[in-house]
């Protein structure tokens, strides 16, 4: 039996998990899991490349102690984050997470350089202040010195690939989020970079999903004790995430529900009109040249922190017990807003905004978990409403998918809020997403359409009326 690797590593976890068909059906495997997290470093809150790719590397030597080597492997990240390489191919600096407030400004400044509806037109990317290009004008602006030596550019993911291979690439459903990638000609824009003042040649050349980068370096080899091919998945995970989606059609709505929520559908060319814009729509890059034209919501990272704020009390399905408890609780937050980014204190920061909106402050567990979970259905329906504006239709139903999917309450929520059919899996939605790309590679499956009918018939999906 041949075995496929996805490596998908989140902003607080990662893990190796094993792939494989059996009578046409698509098997998973959790082999290897690890800790993630930002930690702060002088001024800055930074990722710990050193240990991922020690984690990365422990979680291939398990394949060899199961005695189920793969026949490829492929990582996914999240987005927007990077590292500068030096002509050693050293680090320079630190691997900053989009979570530092270095960028606080940066994005207004930019716009004076290049104006807001013409950066939109270019790249149709939606804005956030921690989008790649304001880290770069960030680093520009506060360390010129770490930009000026920089001979290269590497997304996570791409530099623990180049760990791998020894080989550089941007791999393009990543490269896509920085906002330097044009959304017509799929090339980095060499125009708006001029504009900007970030230099050309620091950027790879882009890379297709489903691209092969080759085999591991002879080093990895010898102390694996094996050889594999590298293939790039979508290499941002919520890219990932919409492969596994189990529909097909033009009547549905993607909703990748993690740390964060990617609502929106899948289209064939971008849409970069002044009313996607000022709804703040994003079309990042897809496999095969798709375009997810989807809203990026803050997400599951507000219970999270919640979670957080309570010390670990409570487990996510008791506090979605506790929630059921409230449920005559009303009292709803724009789930989206900067100040939900990261708070101090996520619960302090809630009960605050509750109180200057006039609403119903929570103070007991549920009515807390109740509110957010209230507050994401309610960010959903309007991005809802947005999406069936732009495309004037109606859409008919919701697929969730991803590890939120599992929280039935808030798929509830969402189809009474919404009004909408919500098909609730697979909740392995990027490791799959991840697994299929380098299937289709391999020709194990001959496109998207076989691959998500095998998904269909692969994993439970629940249905919400």
């Given at each position: 039996?041949?075995?496929?690797?996805?490596?998908?590593?989140?902003?607080?976890?990662?893990?190796?998990?094993?792939?494989?068909?059996?009578?046409?059906?698509?098997?998973?495997?959790?082999?290897?899991?690890?800790?993630?997290?930002?930690?702060?470093?002088?001024?800055?809150?930074?990722?710990?490349?050193?240990?991922?790719?020690?984690?990365?590397?422990?979680?291939?030597?398990?394949?060899?102690?199961?005695?189920?080597?793969?026949?490829?492997?492929?990582?996914?990240?999240?987005?927007?984050?990077?590292?500068?390489?030096?002509?050693?191919?050293?680090?320079?600096?630190?691997?900053?997470?989009?979570?530092?407030?270095?960028?606080?400004?940066?994005m207004e400044e930019a716009f004076k350089v290049v104006p807001k509806d013409m950066m939109y037109l270019y790249t149709g990317i939606q804005f956030q202040r921690f989008?790649?290009?304001?880290?770069?004008?960030?680093?520009?602006?506060?360390?010129?010195?770490?930009?000026?030596?920089?001979?290269?550019?590497?997304?996570?993911?791409?530099?623990?690939?180049?760990?791998?291979?020894?080989?550089?690439?941007?791999?393009?459903?990543?490269?896509?989020?920085?906002?330097?990638?044009?959304?017509?000609?799929?090339?980095?824009?060499?125009?708006?970079?001029?504009?900007?003042?970030?230099?050309?040649?620091?950027?790879?050349?882009?890379?297709?999903?489903?691209?092969?980068?080759?085999?591991?370096?002879?080093?990895?080899?010898?102390?694996?004790?094996?050889?594999?091919?590298?293939?790039?998945?979508?290499?941002?995970?919520?890219?990932?995430?919409?492969?596994?989606?189990?529909?097909?059609?033009?009547?549905?709505?993607?909703?990748?529900?993690?740390?964060?929520?990617?609502?929106?559908?899948?289209?064939?060319?971008?849409?970069?009109?002044?009313?996607?814009?000022?709804?703040n729509f994003t079309n990042e890059g897809g496999i095969d040249y798709r375009y997810r034209f989807l809203k990026n919501i803050m997400g599951l990272w507000v219970i999270?922190?919640?979670?957080?704020?309570?010390?670990?009390?409570?487990?996510?399905?008791?506090?979605?017990?506790?929630?059921?408890?409230?449920?005559?609780?009303?009292?709803?937050?724009?789930?989206?807003?900067?100040?939900?980014?990261?708070?101090?204190?996520?619960?302090?920061?809630?009960?605050?905004?509750?109180?200057?909106?006039?609403?119903?402050?929570?103070?007991?567990?549920?009515?807390?978990?109740?509110?957010?979970?209230?507050?994401?259905?309610?960010?959903?329906?309007?991005?809802?409403?947005?999406?069936?504006?732009?495309?004037?239709?109606?859409?008919?139903?919701?697929?969730?998918?991803?590890?939120?999917?599992?929280?039935?309450?808030?798929?509830?929520?969402?189809?009474?809020?919404?009004?909408?059919?919500?098909?609730?899996?697979?909740?392995?939605?990027?490791?799959?997403?991840?697994?299929?790309?380098q299937l289709i590679s391999k020709n194990e499956f001959k496109d998207l359409g076989e691959a998500r009918q095998a998904i269909k018939e692969s994993f439970d999906i629940?249905?919400?009326?």
């Amino acid at each position: 039996m041949n075995y496929y690797l996805a490596i998908d590593i989140g902003a607080s976890s990662g893990r190796h998990i094993l792939g494989s068909i059996e009578n046409g059906k698509i098997n998973l495997e959790e082999i290897y899991r690890f800790e993630n997290g930002i930690s702060k470093i002088g001024n800055e809150y930074c990722w710990n490349i050193e240990q991922l790719f020690k984690d990365i590397k422990a979680g291939i030597k398990k394949c060899k102690e199961i005695g189920k080597i793969p026949t490829s492997i492929g990582i996914d990240t999240w987005a927007v984050d990077f590292v500068l390489l030096d002509e050693k191919d050293k680090i320079l600096g630190n691997a900053v997470s989009y979570r530092d407030d270095r960028t606080e400004g940066i994005m207004e400044e930019a716009f004076k350089v290049v104006p807001k509806d013409m950066m939109y037109l270019y790249t149709g990317i939606q804005f956030q202040r921690f989008n790649t290009v304001y880290q770069l004008l960030s680093i520009k602006k506060n360390n010129p010195e770490i930009l000026e030596k920089a001979k290269a550019f590497l997304m996570i993911p791409d530099y623990l690939n180049f760990l791998l291979t020894g080989k550089k690439a941007n791999e393009y459903t990543n490269a896509s989020s920085t906002q330097l990638v044009n959304s017509f000609d799929r090339t980095w824009d060499t125009k708006m970079l001029d504009d900007l003042g970030i230099k050309k040649d620091i950027f790879q050349e882009i890379k297709l999903p489903k691209t092969s980068l080759g085999n591991l370096t002879e080093e990895l080899v010898e102390e694996f004790g094996f050889d594999m091919e590298v293939i790039l998945p979508a290499t941002h995970d919520t890219g990932s995430a919409f492969i596994s989606s189990i529909c097909n059609d033009s009547d549905s709505i993607y909703l990748s529900s993690g740390t964060w929520s990617l609502i929106g559908v899948e289209n064939i060319f971008p849409i970069c009109v002044p009313q996607a814009m000022d709804y703040n729509f994003t079309n990042e890059g897809g496999i095969d040249y798709r375009y997810r034209f989807l809203k990026n919501i803050m997400g599951l990272w507000v219970i999270q922190e919640v979670k957080r704020n309570l010390d670990n009390k409570y487990s996510f399905a008791e506090l979605v017990d506790l929630a059921r408890e409230s449920m005559d609780f009303s009292s709803i937050v724009d789930i989206d807003h900067d100040r939900f980014l990261k708070p101090d204190n996520m619960i302090e920061e809630i009960k605050a905004y509750c109180i200057e909106t006039n609403q119903k402050v929570p103070q007991e567990v549920g009515e807390i978990a109740l509110c957010v979970f209230n507050s994401l259905a309610h960010c959903y329906k309007k991005a809802v409403a947005n999406l069936e504006e732009i495309f004037e239709k109606e859409f008919k139903r919701i697929n969730i998918f991803g590890g939120g999917c599992q929280n039935n309450l808030l798929n509830e929520l969402v189809a009474k809020i919404t009004g909408k059919e919500v098909l609730a899996g697979p909740v392995e939605a990027t490791a799959i997403g991840n697994i299929v790309a380098q299937l289709i590679s391999k020709n194990e499956f001959k496109d998207l359409g076989e691959a998500r009918q095998a998904i269909k018939e692969s994993f439970d999906i629940k249905v919400f009326k």
